[in-house]
């Protein structure tokens, strides 16, 4: 077995497409913190999927669907930061997430839920389920829900409030050591941190 020393391939979807998006700047945020322990590609093409069809949904899809599919397969792990919308899950987010159910990308790969929003209960608690019965691995220990968000986090990519700062560092250890359990489960690499 070969060890090579490599920054794992995070994958983050902002489930706001709004242009300052609190959610987007917490992946920012995120992203900024971990720099030299994770790769994190944002996938901003949330809003150009086209509308789920099961009928299209077959092995022949190319296209936007098909380069989304192959970027959470590539991935070693999925963060979603998203917002509440009608004590519900966004469509945007919801309709690119139906897209892999058959395929089943999210499949023991290793996902992060933080719900962003000004309350976000119902929204939280819908994706939680949605993301148990696609089997996002661990995805009971690895969700928080940051209320008040837009007091939290600025359009600086800054994580302004110490507690939320401390939440989001506790959760996002307990999501490094999930994705790198799972790569060595997997074969071949081992990770150094900062
Ligand atoms: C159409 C719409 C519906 C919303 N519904 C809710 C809601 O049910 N619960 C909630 O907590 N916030 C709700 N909000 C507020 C957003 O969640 C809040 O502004 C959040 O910070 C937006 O995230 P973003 O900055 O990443 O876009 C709603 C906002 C919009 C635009």
Redesign the pocket.
């Known amino acids: 077995m070969k060890n090579t020393i490599v920054r794992k391939k995070i994958i983050a979807i902002?489930g706001?497409t709004?242009l300052?998006?609190?959610?987007?700047s917490l992946i920012k945020a995120i992203s900024e913190l971990y720099v030299g322990q994770l790769d994190v590609a944002i996938f901003n093409g949330l809003s150009e999927l086209p509308h789920f069809n099961p009928d299209d949904d077959t092995s022949q899809i190319g296209g936007k669907v098909a380069n989304f599919k192959q970027q959470l397969k590539r991935s070693d792990g999925i963060i979603i930061c998203t917002?509440?919308?009608?004590?519900g899950v966004p469509g945007t987010l919801k309709n690119a997430i139906d897209w892999t159910v058959s395929s089943c990308e999210f499949s023991h790969k290793p996902t992060l839920l933080i719900t962003?929003?000004?309350?976000?209960r119902?929204?939280h608690k819908a994706l939680l389920e949605t993301l148990k019965v696609i089997e996002a691995k661990n995805i009971d220990q690895l969700q928080l829900l940051i209320q008040f968000?837009?007091t939290k986090i600025n359009s600086d990519n800054k994580i302004i409030d110490n507690k939320t700062l401390e939440d989001v560092k506790e959760i996002m250890n307990r999501f490094i050591e999930t994705v790198n359990e799972t790569a060595s489960e997997n074969g071949s690499e081992i990770s150094i941190g900062r």
């Open positions: 902002s706001s709004r300052r998006s609190t959610n987007h917002p509440e919308y009608a004590h962003a929003s000004t309350d976000g119902y929204g968000a837009k």
